[in-house]
């Protein structure tokens, strides 16, 4: 391997870490406004409760897209 592919290597984990740490604090959020609507029966909480499905959904998204610019801007065809 040479420096610029370790560099997109090196860039790709980074998005990888960042992207599980965002969804990872999602489920947490997710699964504290679950157990907050049924305690409370506060009905508000399933907005919050879809905002963290949302922003989990935008972190694997936002991952494949960069990804995807990655290996566009090295010349490599990103699969369909």
């Given at each position: 391997?040479?420096?610029?592919?370790?560099?997109?290597?090196?860039?790709?984990?980074?998005?990888?870490?960042?992207?599980?740490?965002?969804?990872?604090?999602?489920?947490?959020?997710?699964?504290?406004?679950?157990?907050?609507?049924?305690?409370?029966?506060?009905?508000?909480m399933?907005?919050?409760?879809?905002?963290?499905?949302?922003?989990?959904?935008?972190?694997?998204?936002?991952?494949?897209?960069?990804?995807?610019?990655?290996?566009?801007?090295?010349?490599?065809k990103?699969?369909q």
């Amino acid at each position: 391997m040479n420096a610029s592919a370790d560099a997109r290597i090196a860039r790709h984990k980074r998005r990888l870490y960042t992207m599980l740490g965002v969804d990872a604090l999602a489920v947490l959020a997710a699964f504290a406004f679950i157990f907050g609507r049924y305690q409370t029966g506060e009905a508000w909480m399933m907005g919050g409760f879809a905002a963290a499905v949302v922003v989990g959904f935008a972190a694997q998204v936002w991952l494949v897209v960069r990804w995807w610019q990655d290996e566009k801007a090295a010349g490599r065809k990103a699969p369909q």
